[in-house]
């Protein structure tokens, strides 16, 4: 076990020399949703509902192809990897029957990692529940034991699954986020977390549902965590913690009133059916449903569809061969039949809804239950389990939690779950380019501020130009962070995902090689980052190889978030300054260059500078520093701070003047061996010019084993300190003009948009 590399110390993370770092991360890889062998990305319907006989071997790459990956995200400036996994990729075979090959694959890839000084958290990844519900995570296996038939899921739209639309490539825009408002997440979510007070006949192996998926996950995560303990080599460095399930749903829980659509329910896409609507379509009901779509400034309503299943059921006939997986179902618990009416909610015979408001109240203690009450509660139960699981095997864990998205945190500031180790880890994405897959520089929303009733009316939320946009998305972010510090205390605050779609635009910039729109969303949603003075994030994402090209995007539920593509030109290296050349491009006017220079206390000069600032390379290719085409780069390679000696108080980079400001305020002056260090990326700053409150600076580029990172190290004075690099400005390609802009939204108040 190496000695540990980063602790907590109250909102900050700190590393063994005590100076604050900054988790500059991505999420690393989105292809890890599906498996390797067979390849079966969501377009894919060959093998689709063979789900025993998968390997996710080779996800996220192989091993012979990790030094690249790795070498390539840490010379773009990250240094932390939240690296996904699937419940699926460790248990598909069947109940706990575990993957070792897998496991052994993943921990050579760790180690891997190591090699390239990480800070990884360990994200067990789900999206909607699982790959046969329109997402990711759970076996198929789970499916079957809750009752259910994936194989009926696209005819009774119990949920919207890529791999079975006629025509995938026509499969609407991000409609797959709708499924957790579709039957199948609502069943399953709701056994899920709280099975034992809605669904108390479902009883398998002699537990309730609950207890049984609780269990098999919790030790499936277990049984990978004892392998990478028992690896001995891996914990502290590379792996600090492991994060809690990605972005939990309620299920049905906490819904007043199944007949009607929740009015916290803010998407509605495609047909939107209430849960009612859903389970009489579940059990083989032609219904009439309302249709909806998303404009500009939110969904709007646009119509209606019948959906009618032609008499098919979404539940396991009798039929079933139900001892496949080894397990013995209660005889209570009758297949063929909609669980919710085996429990009274309605009557199949006569299609009336009997309880309407079954899920209104804990029935252990007939409170009221909204989301604050399920988090607060079903969601905090089961975050205890996992986490005791965690601290068992790693009892000094970094425990990355994340409550339902958007959703208002857990009380728990001042309880036993005010842990010392916690890091609050909530998402964010600016939903109306997301869904749209438009950026948008004249109008935006505060989602946010929405949610939480900020505004009289929503059409206040709406900001009004870029600057107001930029600064709503920051306001957002800052709120979000203190919320959590209100509700939770003190503790850092880290967005774990965080990005924008590249194929905005009906793939625009694919046809002209011109990316300024993806690089405005980008710059504005790190900008965000940078002014909320959250203490990381995890861009998301990183998808590699061949995995995501122009076509199908990151090959998942038409998704193209990834900031690599094999269909874009590569991001160039960082060459080598030779040690004359490193000379002539310092910045002999500085104050700093005299004193770095001459400075024998220190060991700086043109000995070690003979690495420095690296050639631009850019121009040789597209000409008068015109970087367009390289898939947004300019935004997503940025300087940051990664090192802090004392605490940062303030830092951000300003795209359009290649412009870095930080400031600090240091408890003493810079010891010798631990400076202050900035990653300072040489696409931005092949030549620099640098001004500080004082101290010392030396800027050099280093490589080791293919990462080329060139850092800024400064040594300074106590009390509060700043510094401004200035680079060189790039030119941009043209974004699209406020003609079209103000057009688009013309278009969508003549649709009758309401704001989201």
Avoid at 68 to 87: E, K, M, P, Q, V
Avoid at 345 to 369: H, S, V
Avoid at 379 to 387: K, N, P
Avoid at 456 to 467: R, V
Wanted: charged share 20%; aromatic share 12%.
């Amino acid at each position: 076990m190496s000695p540990i590399r980063l602790r907590i110390d109250g909102r900050t993370f700190r590393d063994s020399e005590n100076r604050e770092v900054t988790l500059h991360g991505i999420n690393c890889a989105a292809d890890a949703k599906f498996p390797a062998t067979p390849n079966v990305p969501s377009h894919v319907s060959d093998n689709f509902f063979d789900g025993d006989n998968v390997s996710f071997v080779n996800r996220p790459f192989s091993i012979e192809d990790a030094a690249t990956h790795f070498a390539r995200l840490r010379s773009w400036g990250y240094n932390t990897i939240r690296y996904i996994f699937t419940w699926e990729a460790i248990e598909h075979e069947g109940p706990g029957r575990y993957d070792e090959e897998w496991i052994q694959h993943t921990i050579a890839i760790l180690r891997k990692a190591k090699d390239y000084g990480f800070y990884i958290f360990m994200d067990p990844h789900q999206d909607v529940w699982s790959r046969f519900s329109g997402g990711s995570g759970a076996p198929m296996w789970t499916l079957y034991a809750c009752g259910l038939d994936p194989t009926f899921f696209d005819v009774t739209e119990a949920a919207f699954v890529h791999n079975v639309y006629p025509e995938p490539q026509n499969y609407p825009k991000m409609i797959w986020t709708t499924n957790y408002t579709r039957l199948v997440c609502q069943v399953v979510f709701t056994l899920f977390f709280a099975g034992k007070e809605f669904a108390p006949k479902a009883i398998i192996d002699g537990r309730n549902i609950q207890d049984y998926l609780q269990d098999h996950y919790i030790s499936a995560v277990e049984h990978l965590a004892k392998r990478i303990h028992e690896a001995g080599d891996l914990w502290h460095d590379p792996i600090v913690g492991f994060e809690s399930m990605n972005e939990p749903n309620r299920g049905l829980i906490g819904y007043q009133d199944i007949s009607t659509i929740p009015s916290e329910q803010k998407l509605q896409k495609g047909t939107s059916p209430t849960a009612w609507q859903a389970i009489l379509i579940g059990s083989g009901n032609a219904c009439e449903v309302d249709t909806w779509d998303f404009g500009g400034l939110g969904p709007y309503k646009s119509g209606s569809s019948l959906v009618d299943p032609e008499g098919k059921s979404v539940w396991l006939s009798p039929d079933y061969d139900d001892t496949k997986y080894d397990w013995k179902r209660d005889s209570g618990w009758r297949l063929g039949e909609c669980l919710w009416a085996q429990h009274g909610i309605w009557d199949p015979e006569t299609k009336t809804l009997l309880k309407k408001d079954y899920f209104a109240k804990d029935p252990r203690n007939g409170a009221k239950i909204d989301y604050e009450y399920f988090s607060n509660h079903w969601f905090m139960d089961h975050y205890r389990r996992y986490s005791k699981m965690v601290r068992a095997i790693f009892p000094d864990s970094l425990m990355f939690l994340q409550p339902p998205v958007l959703e208002i945190p857990p009380t728990i500031k001042g309880t036993e779950d005010d842990h010392p180790n916690l890091v609050f880890c909530p998402h964010y994405y600016d939903g109306i380019t997301l869904l749209t897959k438009k950026w948008n520089r004249v109008w935006n929303v505060d989602v946010f501020g929405v949610l939480r009733g900020k505004y009289l009316t929503p059409a206040f939320a709406i900001k009004i130009g870029e600057n107001a946009i930029r600064n709503c998305f920051a306001h957002q972010l800052t709120a979000i962070r203190e919320e959590a510090t209100e509700n939770m205390g003190i503790h850092p605050c880290l967005f774990s995902e965080i990005g924008v779609p590249y194929d905005m635009d009906d793939k625009y910039a694919y046809k002209t090689g011109n990316y300024s729109s993806q690089i405005a969303a980008l710059d504005a949603n790190h900008f965000a980052l940078e002014q909320s003075r959250a203490n990381g994030f995890a861009l998301w994402c990183y998808t590699v190889n061949v995995c995501n090209n122009h076509f199908w995007g990151d090959q998942w539920n038409g998704e193209d978030l990834s900031i690599y593509s094999v269909d874009d030109k590569p991001v160039p290296n960082s060459g080598a300054f030779t040690e004359e050349e490193s000379r002539a491009s310092l910045d002999i006017t500085s104050p700093s260059y005299s004193r770095v220079q001459s400075t024998e206390t220190l060991n700086v000069g043109p000995s070690n500078l003979s690495k420095a600032i690296s050639v631009d390379h850019m121009t040789s290719e597209a000409g008068n520093g015109d970087v367009k085409g390289l898939r947004a780069a300019e935004a997503f390679i940025r300087p940051t701070a990664v090192s802090t000696h004392g605490d940062l108080v303030s830092y951000g980079f300003d795209l359009k003047s290649a412009t870095f400001k930080l400031s600090l305020s240091a408890p003493s002056s810079t010891p010798d061996d631990a400076p202050t260090v900035i990653y300072l990326p040489a696409f931005h700053f092949p030549s620099s010019t640098v001004e500080t409150s004082g101290g010392k600076w030396t800027i050099a580029s280093e490589e080791d084993k293919g990462a080329v990172r060139q850092l800024l190290r400064w040594w300074h004075a106590e009390g509060d300190q700043s510094i401004t690099v200035k680079g060189v400005v790039r030119k941009q390609g043209g974004a699209l003009s406020s003609d079209e802009d103000e057009g688009y939204l013309q278009q969508c108040q003549r649709q009758g948009c309401v704001v989201m």
